[in-house]
């Protein structure tokens, strides 16, 4: 088995004005990449890691830090896969959240349903994407989630259609 | 006049290159290199850390270029946005596009075999999305 491609983004910021910081910090969490260690922050490397890593360097660089891009493998087999199951297990949290969230969904759309049912499911379909596209090694619970959206979606259409409507009108 | 910019175009270089095209300069020719040091000279480049037609702030290079252009066109702003939530992927317009659009424009550079090919072929996706929005906006 073939080792994993990393980026490494090593950089420093100035701890005043924190908001560069905050930004960096919020970026790196948004595309799913882990600290090594405070100031290294790693990805798997493809077009899309790379492009944004390169713009988050220059970010990096305009407010006043030091940054550099790296691109390596760690020495063994042993630290590659030991780095991938962190990668893994960091989309857990988010994926068992929206599986409990949709269970939600579709136990509240089989007992009539409710008028926020629709938004609920939507705004869970979007986490859910949002992860998956940050989810570079299919983390376990994946599957299951896409699964647990897929009965919720069905369950809150046929709650909709007028036969399987049970009485959540205005009452007339 | 050249234009260049690195190779694996995604959204916001396929954009720059029709925008170029289209409203910059009707002549224009692309150059795409791996590393800025590659790149032509006297090429125009964009899309390139530290270049004037890149990243500034927060705006995306195709925001960029409309203001470095002066370009004032409703429906290039609408699409602004899109490609800066394709590019940026911080949800900062809210443009349920986007998504789609990142996943197209992924795949077609996935499909396609270089950057020449890519962007020849997403002129048409900029140039429909144009042509769609001004119905909307205008």
């Known amino acids: ?172 | 006049m050249l234009w260049a910019t690195r190779r694996g175009c995604h959204v916001d270089r396929t954009a720059c290159a029709w925008l170029i095209k289209r409203f910059v300069d009707p002549e224009a020719n692309f150059a795409f290199f791996k590393d800025p040091e590659e790149a032509p000279e006297g090429a125009k480049l964009f899309d390139v850390a530290g270049a004037r037609l890149s990243h500034h702030g927060e705006d995306c290079s195709f925001e960029t270029f409309l203001k470095e252009y002066d370009l004032q066109d409703p429906v290039l702003s609408e699409i602004a946005e899109i490609v800066h939530d394709a590019d940026l992927m911080d949800e900062k317009y809210g443009r349920s596009e986007s998504e789609g659009l990142d996943v197209i424009v992924r795949g077609m550079q996935l499909a396609l075999p270089d950057d020449e090919s890519l962007t020849r072929h997403t002129d048409a996706l900029y140039e429909g999305l144009y042509t769609y929005l001004g119905r909307e906006v205008l």
Request: proline content about 3%; glycine content about 10%; aromatic content about 6%.
């Open chain 1, 1 to 172: 088995m073939g080792k994993t491609r990393w980026l490494l983004l090593v950089y420093h910021l100035p701890r005043e004005p924190s908001r560069h910081r905050v930004a960096v910090w919020r970026k790196l969490k948004a595309l799913g990449a882990l600290y090594l260690q405070d100031g290294v922050a790693a990805l798997p490397e493809d077009a899309v890691t790379r492009e944004q890593l390169e713009w988050l360097q220059l970010r990096v660089r305009e407010a006043g830090g030091e940054a550099t891009l790296w691109e390596g493998q760690p020495n063994t087999q042993a630290e590659d896969k030991e780095l991938v199951e962190a990668f893994r297990s960091s989309r857990e949290e988010a994926y068992q959240a929206i599986i409990a969230g949709a269970e939600r969904v579709r136990r509240k759309a089989e007992l009539g349903g409710g008028e926020t049912l629709l938004a609920e499911l939507g705004k869970l379909e979007r986490e859910f994407r949002v992860e998956r596209r940050r989810d570079y090694f299919r983390a376990a619970s994946r599957k299951e989630a896409s699964e647990v959206l897929k009965a919720a979606r069905q369950a809150v259409r046929e709650g909709e259609s007028p036969s399987g409507k049970l009485g959540t009108g205005s009452g007339d």
